[in-house]
DNA sequence: GCTTGACCCTCACGCCGCGTGAGGCTGGAG
DNA sequence: CTCCAGCCTCACGCGGCGTGAGGGTCAAGC
């Protein structure tokens, strides 16, 4: 007789085989008073009858369902159980867990698509928010071009976030803005002045639904608007000049806040 | 100034309440260094800055996605890192882990149906596997009488795990050991003969495939099938007879076994 | 100035089901 | 007699906090 059929118990090793479950298991098992084997050998081995295999299969068995070890106690030792009950409450747990795993993936689905295009609207969607000079194309290329910095990042994680009407919100703050810069700038609205602080703290508070924008931040983003041709020509267009202008109103901003435009860095 | 915004740092119970956030996970996320706030009061009150809170922010965002403490600490801390890989990866996973509670879902219905109906077939399978003479009432009229016992909840785990083409072997089984008996019956087999003990063994077996038989067990059940009406009507058809013969079969068998048929209980 | 009650702090254990060693016997084969 | 696979018993670790214990702090009301 090489090891099992007819002895008088199985040792771990071979209880594990059959049935699939790691020694450790069997072990745990064991300690907390689950399945335990009734035989011991004099030296200490485990020895398992076929009535602990029965009990192990069945254990085996629930804990492929997903009960939880007190659950399966439960289930093998109370005869009362209502062990139908049991797997129903289960099979509920199940499904909640599922839905909540679909729900995570959706979103994960929608924070990936935000960090690959940018925006999670359609052509169309995008048209009707932004207007008609809207480029579709300005998305992927302005990923193209901060990626892979932090400020990407967080503009990613809002966009998820972000429906079309939100977007339109923010669309009709930038265009409020730009006009206000417009009329300012009309009226004769000089740097340094109280009301051109105002356009530049309103400036920042609408960028700040991409990014947080620091005043050093500002600064730069003040003399690309200048520099860009693709800026200069959107804030030229508003009024010609309008680009440089509004640079000076930010530079004097940033001074009255204590900073040196002239060395002020992103970071 | 009741509180907070314009102050230079909220207290956990500020943070918690606009984060959404336990005060615990604030702290544990500053032990592990994975978003603390830059200031402490003189008594030692963590004040997360307005900076803090947008890195908690973000912390919060990724682990609604579902990513581990240290993939948030990758994301926000190491620039170079893949966030949209991470994402890709961390959504796989998700996939991964819907589909196993998939599984596990259609795991738990088909034991609860088995549970509740003894059998997983159509009543086309039933009577294309047990033959045109089976009720397929029976099992429902089964788990009236048994559902309560361990060897129902034995019987209804293996029957889970059981396909027409399982059911159809256990159904030759049973057909060929009514065959068997009807015979040896013919041959005037006597009870405690060696034929008629490998008969009671064959039958033994047949019957483990519904749930594990002792030789008690099987003694109870050989009284029953003489005195419930519907076993002894299927055994004597069969046979004229088969019924209390098969009884004194098993009987002999369980005295050979040191069991005495007359006081054998069902445990 | 003293109390009250809401907040805050720092440990430190618990959870769930084992995985993964460490350190040391046992048992059958060569 | 030696080897090596297999067994044993601790005991820590994991992930992300929950949940006290035991004790300071702060603003308000008396």
Avoid: K
């Avoid at 997903?66 to 139908?84: E, K, Q």
């Avoid at 998305?139 to 932090?150: K, L």
């Avoid at 998820?160 to 703050?173: K, L």
């Amino acid at each position: 007789m090489p090891d099992a059929t007819d002895a008088d118990g199985l040792t771990v090793g071979q209880v594990s085989a059959r049935l699939g479950v790691t020694v450790r298991a069997l072990h745990h098992w064991d300690g907390i008073g689950l399945a335990r084997p009734s035989l011991r050998t004099a030296a200490g081995y485990r020895l398992y009858t076929a009535g602990d295999l029965e009990r192990l299969h069945r254990v085996v068995v629930y804990r492929e369902l997903g009960l939880g070890l007190d659950g399966i106690r439960a289930v093998l030792d109370d005869s009362t159980a209502d062990v139908p009950g049991a797997l129903r409450a289960q099979r509920a747990r199940v499904a909640e867990r599922i839905d909540r795993l679909r729900q995570l993936s959706a979103g994960l689905d929608r924070m990936i698509d935000a960090h690959e295009h940018g925006l999670l609207l359609t052509i169309e969607q995008q048209v009707a928010v932004f207007g008609p000079q809207w480029n579709p194309d300005w998305p992927a290329q302005a990923r193209q071009r901060y990626g892979d910095t932090t400020q990407w990042l967080q503009y990613a994680e809002r966009s998820a976030s972000r429906g079309p009407e939100e977007w339109q919100a923010v669309a009709d703050a930038v265009a409020g803005l730009d006009r206000a810069l417009g009329e300012a700038m009309d009226a004769g609205v000089t740097p340094g002045s109280p009301e051109a602080n105002r356009l530049v703290e309103r400036h920042r508070e609408v960028f700040a639904s991409y990014f947080p924008l620091t005043r050093r931040m500002q600064v730069c983003l003040g003399r690309m608007y200048e520099a860009d041709p693709a800026f200069a020509a959107h804030y030229d267009g508003i009024r010609s000049g309008l680009a440089t202008w509004f640079r000076r109103l930010v530079d004097a901003s940033a001074r009255a806040h204590g900073i040196d435009p002239d060395t002020a860095t992103w970071r």
